[in-house]
Structures are given as structure tokens and as C-alpha cells.
């Protein structure tokens, strides 16, 4: 049984059990957090998709704050002395995914 729920804006392939690195979610190590916004739901032969689909997922933040790579964006302009360096690191939060209901 799988499911496709939207989470933060995107889209994601959930599975019981499964673990997975979602876009920073407020909450701590340990607490349940419910999605209702499923989009596709396969169960063995039966798939329910759009308006049709009643689901929730559940799931439980394993780390509350997970830092992705550093990514640099840098701006030079040859011969004018201009150099500009932007970096960040994109907050994510793991869940393990406990149910689909």
C-alpha cells in the first residue's frame, strides 16, 4: 500500500515504515504529525485518486532539524572588481511514516 501526499507544497511517495527528509516541519523529536492531504491512495488492486480519496497519513518527526547541503551562489564581474558570495543550507525535518489510513 502506498499513497502520494502533499507535504510543504510538494509531492511525496509514502510508504509504512518508510523514512524520509521533508521541508522543515514546527515541531519536536518524537511527536505525531497528520497529513490530510492525500492525492493518491493504492490499496493492492483498488487505487482512489482525487476527490474520491479519504486518507490520512501519519507519521513521526524523528529529527526536528536536518541541514542539507551548503550551496553557493556567486556573481563576479570580470574586470570591474565586483564579487559577490551568497551561501545557505536548506532546513529539512525526517519523519518516519507510521500508517495510512
Known sequence: MFA???IAGQQFRV???QRLFVPHIAGND???VEFKDVLLVENGSELLVGSG????V???IVESLVQGDK???FKMKRRKGFRKKH???THYTQ???DSIA
Open 4 to 6: 502520494v501526499v502533499r
Open 15 to 17: 510508504q509504512a515504515g
Open 30 to 32: 518524537g511527536e505525531k
Open 53 to 56: 480519496v479519504n486518507a490520512t
Open 58 to 60: 501519519t507519521a513521526e
Open 71 to 73: 550551496v553557493i551562489a
Open 87 to 89: 551561501g545557505h543550507r
Open 95 to 97: 519523519i518516519k511514516i
